[in-house]
């Protein structure tokens, strides 16, 4: 799946969970700034994957990278 079909089907809440994501935040950390609990962060992750295709936290970093949601450090 490209990065831009990907964009396409990602709704605009695992959108922003990959952009904190990205920013090294964990599940908890999310959830607090989100203001919805921990398991429905896992869930929204689950449902990303599932559409992607990825199966790690650092290939979820790379779709927010190609997605255009985070820069990576220079």
Do not use: W
């Amino acid at each position: 799946m490209t990065a831009q079909s990907s964009q396409l089907s990602l709704s605009s809440r695992e959108r922003e969970i990959l952009v904190r994501i990205c920013d090294g935040e964990t599940y908890h950390a999310i959830a607090r700034g989100l203001g919805i609990s921990p398991h429905t962060v896992d869930t929204h992750i689950r449902r990303i994957r599932h559409k992607t295709g990825i199966f790690n936290r650092s290939q979820l970093v790379l779709l927010a990278v190609r997605l255009g949601l985070c820069q990576p450090d220079q």
